[in-house]
């Protein structure tokens, strides 16, 4: 090699570290800044959404306070109020918050700021990726460069591959299609790729290690997810708003769901197209400089996020304790708190992902936020936090806190209708007095407070149709106003029915994680979305009992809490077939060919979601190989790359051996053949032979066959590749 690149890597896979500084933040101590105040029409919209949620939840209390109360109040009705007043209230917020963005897209939004011919600042693109498909990311990231090349501002943007991957087939596919990448597009000097060797502390440590490494030599960097496109349109309106408010820190998109092949993806993808955009623009209008980050598809401002933004570590032990795992919320609060601007932007269009297959990848990826969410708890103390900072957090947490509260509403319901059908009335709890306890409802008044509380629920789906037919363009391209109609009514009642499995999902995930079982970080599915029945009636078998049991307790009381309960009721005792209905593509493709959930992006897509999925279409053939040393012994050019992107060799210290590795030697020493070794290495064995360059060396060494012939070992001594890889410049 003597100082030359080899043909896969003609050129280093990082560029020269430039180390920013991201000390943790304690968040005992005083804010370093203060936030400057709310504009008025922020503070205006602040008054009447929080306002008015509380004014009705007020009107709501007194309703249900009125119809439990005509023969005096049990301990199980005052119970009933609380979670319903609790209840309530986050509905209110939801619909006065939704008024706000259906005003809000009547009046319009503002367009991005015009982009500059030469931008002056240097943005980093962060593709975080944990054993994705390396097709999918790296079709993304050439659509986006080819589109950023176009314009003339490539020279701008740098994109970087930040791997977490610990599958070591999926890695080594990683690195072929990361060669690939470079070939293809010519960005050997702006696509890097890096891998940790230990993926410390998750995504946000992830993007933590790149600030620390890289960070100095780049004034912001836009965050992506492994399932995001953006338009260059929208990348360049990000980095000019980062150029002309020199207060912003961070600026968040409203990502729209597209790619959606399922019958559960479609109506996600349907419902975040339809109502997304005007509950953003509501929330967008009173959080004003206040907003939240959600992880990705947003630019931010480097420094301010190194200096700012540096996870704490929590006190005590998992679930509760240790690194922070939804990380957005916190970093949005710790940079508010530092004085630096946040702010989301959903009017601006070109911001894109894709949303999970199935209620059952939901559910997995719902049990990790939960958790996350509900960590948040420790921070809410934090001193110097803007109290917009912390309605975030509690909201995060109320997502999933509401979903046992709305069990138990239901459940405290079902034991007062039973108590007064099958309970003898107690008329003097309290001794002997003149003035007993009638256990008596006023059932018309809470009917009337159910139809209310309904009337609220439904309000936002209905707000967010009428403002989707105003946009003639929008309203034609999915399909025309019967079309967009039928959707809302279609997704309605399917989400409707899958509402209750999803609450008592959530509510078991709360209760596990209180009961101090930790998560874990699983990959996710990004297509396909279907089960096995066997493992679906397994899942959601106590889903099912659940449901027949209250079908059976309310229809004790009465067939008419059974009408009123039904939906409730279905959705649990049909659990099985809704969840396996709504996994299916074969589904979700005749509601295409019927026009029903249509997007404007589905019928016209932009030019990036074009380019990406015809890339993707031609990159299938890129799956993470069988045999991931193998594939480097066939292929010199990847096997060099590979040497080269390995981190540099440190000197071992006593009290930090790597077990996985020092088992894998062993096991090389003593193998005859490849054949004979690789079935006996673990997942981690496997992982740390891959990481070493010497260990590497030594398994190609040996044989593919017993008894066959040494055909793929390295044309230099691995002593002496080992050596080169040391004196030669480390990516």
Excluded at 45 to 50: M, Q, S, Y
Excluded at 124 to 151: C, F, H, K, V, W
Excluded at 373 to 385: E, F, K
Excluded at 517 to 538: C, Y
Aim: hydrophobic share 50%; aromatic share 6%; with cysteine.
């Amino acid at each position: 090699m003597d100082g030359v690149m080899p043909a896969g890597l003609r050129r280093p896979a990082l560029p020269p570290e430039a180390p920013l500084a991201m000390p943790r933040q304690d968040l005992r101590r005083p804010p370093p800044a203060e936030a400057p105040p709310a504009s008025p029409a922020v503070r205006v919209a602040r008054l009447l959404v929080i306002g008015g949620a509380a004014g009705l939840t007020a009107v709501g209390a007194f309703e249900m306070f009125e119809a439990l109360s005509p023969g005096g109040m049990t301990v199980l009705e005052w119970a009933v109020l609380g979670l319903f007043v609790a209840l309530f209230a986050w509905i209110a917020l939801a619909f006065t918050s939704a008024v706000a963005g259906f005003v809000a897209t009547v009046a319009g939004g503002a367009p991005p700021p015009p982009v500059p011919a030469v931008l002056h600042r240097r943005t980093a693109i962060l593709m975080p990726t944990y054993n994705e498909d390396p097709a999918r990311i790296m079709a993304a990231l050439q659509a986006i460069d080819e589109a950023l090349s176009a314009g003339g501002h490539g020279h701008a943007f740098d994109i970087f591959v930040l791997s977490d991957t610990t599958d070591p087939d999926a890695w080594i596919a990683e690195e072929r299609a990361f060669l690939d990448l470079r070939a293809r597009t010519g960005g050997d000097d702006r696509i890097f790729y890096r891998r940790r060797p230990r993926n410390r502390e998750r995504k946000a440590g992830n993007i933590q290690d790149w600030v620390e490494r890289f960070g100095g030599a780049y004034d912001h960097m836009l965050v992506l997810d492994a399932d995001s496109v953006m338009t260059a349109e929208a990348i360049l309106g990000l980095a000019a708003a980062m150029e002309t408010d020199p207060r912003a820190g961070l600026v968040q998109t409203l990502p729209i769901l597209v790619g959606g092949r399922t019958l559960f993806a479609r109506m996600q993808q349907f419902a975040g197209r339809v109502y997304g955009p005007l509950i953003a623009r509501g929330i967008a209008a009173w959080h004003g400089s206040e907003g939240n980050f959600w992880g990705h598809n947003a630019i931010i401002r480097t420094r301010a996020f190194a200096a700012a933004a540096g996870l704490p570590h929590l006190g005590g032990r998992k679930p509760f304790g240790g690194h922070v795992l939804s990380h957005d919320f916190v970093e949005a609060a710790l940079l508010r708190r530092a004085g630096w601007a946040v702010r989301m932007v959903p009017s601006w269009p070109g911001s894109y992902e894709e949303g999970p297959p199935s209620l059952t990848d939901l559910a997995i990826r719902d049990r990790r936020w939960c958790q996350g969410n509900l960590q948040h708890a420790a921070v809410l103390p934090a001193r110097g936090l803007h109290w917009v900072s912390r309605m975030h957090l509690l909201m995060g947490i109320g997502s999933y806190a509401t979903a046992p509260l709305w069990l138990a509403f239901l459940l405290a319901g079902i034991l007062i209708a039973l108590q007064a059908r099958f309970v003898r009335p107690e008329y003097f709890p309290a001794g002997a007095t003149l003035f007993p306890q009638w256990p008596v409802q006023d059932p018309v008044r809470a009917m009337w407070v159910l139809a209310g509380t309904m009337g609220l629920l439904l309000a936002p789906k209905l707000l967010a149709g009428l403002a989707l037919l105003r946009d003639a363009r929008a309203r034609r391209a999915a399909g025309g106003g019967t079309r967009i109609l039928a959707g809302i009514a279609l997704e309605t009642v399917l989400a409707g029915l899958l509402a209750p499995v999803t609450m008592l999902s959530q509510s078991a995930a709360v209760v596990s994680i209180l009961a101090g079982r930790d998560g874990g970080w699983q990959p996710q599915r990004r297509d396909d979305g279907s089960v096995p029945l066997g493992q679906l009636a397994r899942r959601y078998a106590a889903h099912t009992a659940i449901g027949l049991l209250l079908g059976a307790g309310a229809w004790a009381v009465s067939p008419h809490l059974l009408l009123w309960m039904s939906p409730v009721v279905a959705g649990l005792a049909l659990a099985i077939p809704l969840v396996a209905l709504a996994a299916s593509t074969t589904a979700g493709q005749r509601l295409a060919a019927a026009g029903l959930w249509r997007t404007p992006e589905e019928v016209a897509p932009p030019a990036e979601l074009r380019r990406a999925a015809e890339l993707r279409r031609q990159l299938a053939g890129i799956a993470a190989p069988a045999d991931a040393p193998a594939a480097l012994a066939g292929d010199p050019d990847l096997l060099d790359a590979h040497r080269r992107m390995l981190p540099p060799v440190a000197r071992p210290r006593p009290d930090a051996i790597d077990a996985a590795l020092a088992v894998a030697r062993a096991r090389i020493a003593a193998a005859a053949s490849r054949e004979e070794l690789l079935p006996a290495l673990s997942r981690a064995e496997r992982l740390a032979v891959l990481g070493d360059a010497d260990a590497l060396d030594r398994l190609l060494a040996l044989p593919a066959t017993a008894g066959g012939p040494d055909v793929s070992r390295p044309a230099s001594p691995a002593a002496s590749a080992g050596d080169r890889l040391r004196a030669s410049p480390v990516s």
